[in-house]
T-cell receptor, first 115, second 110 residues
Framework: DTAVSQTPKYLVTQMGNDKSIKCEQNLGHDTMYWYKQDSKKFLKIMFSYNNKELIINETVPNRFSPKSPDKAHLNLHINSLELGDSAVYFC??????????????FGPGTRLLVL | KNEVEQSPQNLTAQEGEFITINCSYSVGISALHWLQQHPGGGIVSLFMLSSGKKKHGRLIATINIQEKHSSLHITASHPRDSAVYICAVTGSSQGGKLIFGQGTELSVKP
């Protein structure tokens, strides 16, 4: 059983399109995260949700809209895709997490290529 | 300058060598994490520590809170240890988000 899963694993699309990436965790965790890994392999936080509530929004363009229908799911919708959005997007989850100090479990990543 | 700095950025070792990767940070933290990113891209948490030392198999992680420094050691390295090792911290008042170092790419030759 996969602990944190993401779909799709690969996404190739044209500039200007709208796309979504889905994330699900079956660990019973309260907190979920989206991270972006750029072309230089540097990872950076985008969003964090705790029990379906947005906790962290790290100055991400408002073309990116996360949605958490329940605490096991955190989806990422991207409007009007741009070339610079090409990256690997990782979902992660942790048991609590608001105070830090919790192990985070990562999904396999979604490789997005915008042409 | 990044809040989390790792050295070296690249490391090539011969099988069997003892390896050390260093991490320094400039923010107050609640915990420090060592992660491994496989060549296939998946990320796995190796250690989370807030003081002292932890050991798992051939991997040892240490942290010095006063000096804001951590090290990851690999004893008797093996080609299967080849991966990117990433240091990350959770800030003491930042909602659990990870702040990452730039990673250390390790290649262990047989």
């Amino acid at each position: 059983d996969t602990a944190v899963s993401q779909t799709p694993k690969y996404l190739v699309t044209q500039m200007g399109n709208d796309k979504s990436i889905k994330c699900e965790q079956n660990l019973g965790h309260d907190t979920m995260y989206w991270y972006k890994q750029d072309s230089k392999k540097f990872l950076k936080i985008m969003f964090s949700y705790n029990n379906k509530e947005l906790i962290i929004n790290e100055t991400v363009p408002n073309r990116f809209s996360p949605k958490s229908p329940d605490k096991a799911h955190l989806n990422l919708h991207i409007n009007s895709l741009e070339l610079g959005d090409s990256a690997v997007y990782f979902c992660a989850s942790s048991q609590g997490g608001l105070a830090g100090g919790e192990t985070q479990y990562f999904g396999p990543g979604t490789r997005l290529l915008v042409l | 300058k990044n809040e989390v700095e790792q050295s070296p950025q690249n490391l090539t070792a011969q099988e069997g060598e003892f390896i050390t990767i260093n991490c320094s940070y400039s923010v107050g933290i609640s915990a420090l994490h060592w992660l491994q990113q496989h060549p296939g891209g998946g990320i796995v948490s190796l250690f989370m520590l807030s003081s002292g030392k932890k050991k798992h198999g051939r991997l040892i992680a240490t942290i010095n809170i006063q000096e804001k420094h951590s090290s990851l050691h690999i004893t008797a390295s093996h080609p299967r240890d080849s991966a990117v090792y990433i240091c990350a911290v959770t800030g003491s008042s930042q909602g659990g988000k990870l702040i990452f170092g730039q990673g250390t790419e390790l290649s262990v030759k047989p």
